[in-house]
């Protein structure tokens, strides 16, 4: 699986990338045959909401997307691997059905 990290606006940290690398893999656990994965982050202009973080995963013939806006990068990446980790296992269930 080829891994990117984006950070617009702004440089991310070493731990910040480790964390995100790391949550990134687990993905793996659920569905083996994801193609490359894909996290950007920046700045939420709403003051609430000010990290973002999406995550975009390739599997064969499907892209799919989570997006999550929290007060911190790390809570952000957690809670959009954590959807993305809900479609896979429904897309799973979905391939393994018919």
């Known amino acids: 699986m080829k891994k990117t990290i984006t950070s617009r606006h702004f440089e991310a940290s070493d731990q910040l990338k480790d964390f995100a690398h790391e949550h990134m893999e687990k993905l793996t656990h659920i569905f083996d045959r994801i193609t490359s994965c894909s996290l950007i982050m920046q700045e939420h202009p709403d003051p ?47 391939k393994l059905s018919h």
Do not use: F, G, W
């Open 48 to 94: 609430d909401k000010s990290q973002s973080a999406e995550l975009v995963v390739q599997i064969p013939q499907k892209s799919l997307t989570a997006t999550s806006n929290k007060e911190t990068y790390e809570q952000a990446i957690h809670d959009s691997v954590e959807n993305m980790k809900r479609q896979l296992r429904r897309y799973k269930e979905k």
